[in-house]
């Protein structure tokens, strides 16, 4: 920092709040900073700046799921939100939401000095896992049910599947078929209880769940099956994955989409209009899931006192994208 002050021809106290944004430096004298930055490719040395204010600027995140496309967007949501609001993020990635390994997870976190963890928390067993966490520092789950003893910020998926399924008995159609997700999974559980609600309120009769899991694969069989039912005229689908591999099979029977049958899906994938129709779904925006999150972690590690605060849940509303792949009933 010395020698960025000695070619910058100011102060050491001007270089530190040029460095630290401070509003009362006069634009020539910043642009000299910044320019004497450059000229020496100066690094602030973070680990000293910690010792000294005792923040690190750094958060934490404990991630599950990272090859499927809601968590991995999750992450990417919170990551995007933490480097707009000046924080780094440490990820530690676990294969299991059991109690050993979201609290192993947290440790490692802590060891590296973050201020707040968020845990990307999408199955029912990370509910157990948190509740059961020792940590000095505070957490927020993303993806949690509202159950949970930490805040939460989540997708209203119910809502979104409740919405989707009514835009289906309004274009006619007598009832709805579902291909779920797997057990064990929040998204599983509240999108088939939004599919449920909505037919049960409108009076349609509620069929047998198609078992699934989020592949296209699975979707393929469900659809092989469901492709030689000629009253299955509407699915619901748990997400675009599975509704991909269901058109696949409707294809290869013959079945026209949406003259013969209607198809939704659930997330709002980037190829989802591209598929063959493009696919009706339920958009989730990723972006205001992750600075949700933040501003509650924020709101967690600036409160006065965090053990009387009150535990807010906080649901991101998740919106219908109508495209060409839902129509009329053929009766």
Request: glycine share 10%; with cysteine; net charge neutral.
């Amino acid at each position: 920092m010395a020698d960025v002050a000695r070619v910058a021809g100011v102060s050491h106290q001007t270089v530190s709040r040029v460095l630290n944004g401070a509003p009362h430096v006069r634009p020539g004298t910043r642009e000299r900073v910044l320019a004497a930055i450059r000229e020496l490719d100066y690094r602030p040395n973070v680990a000293a700046r910690t010792l000294v204010t005792r923040r690190s600027q750094t958060l934490g995140v404990v991630s599950f799921g990272s090859a499927l496309y809601g968590p991995a967007s999750m992450l990417d949501g919170i990551e995007q939100a933490a480097r707009s609001a000046g924080y780094f993020v440490s990820v530690a990635s676990i294969r299991s939401l059991d109690t050993r390994s979201v609290q192993e997870a947290v440790d490692r976190l802590r060891d590296q000095g973050v201020e707040g963890i968020v845990v990307i928390a999408p199955q029912t067993s990370a509910e157990s896992a948190i509740a059961q966490l020792s940590t000095a520092v505070p957490v927020v789950a993303v993806g949690a049910g509202s159950g949970s003893r930490v805040p939460t910020v989540s997708v209203d998926n119910e809502a979104g599947a409740r919405a989707v399924t009514r835009h289906l008995l309004d274009l006619g159609h007598a009832t709805v078929h579902h291909i779920s997700g797997p057990p064990g999974w929040l998204e599983t559980t509240t999108r088939e209880t939004g599919w449920r609600t909505a037919l049960e309120r409108a009076g349609a009769r509620v069929p047998p769940v198609h078992p699934g899991d989020w592949s296209a694969r699975a979707g393929y069989e469900a659809g092989l099956r469901i492709a030689g039912d000629p009253a299955v005229t509407a699915v619901f689908c748990a997400n675009d994955h599975l509704a991909l591999g269901l058109l696949r099979a409707l294809y290869e029977a013959g079945r026209a989409i949406p003259e013969d049958m209607s198809v939704v899906g659930f997330d709002d994938i980037a190829e989802a209009g591209y598929f063959a129709p493009p696919l009706t779904t339920v958009r989730q925006d990723f972006a205001v899931l992750g600075r949700r999150a933040l501003e509650l972690l924020v709101e967690e590690l600036t409160g006065p006192d965090r053990a009387e605060q009150p535990r807010g849940h906080v649901l991101v509303p998740a919106d219908i994208v109508l495209r060409r792949s839902t129509g009329p009933s053929p009766r």
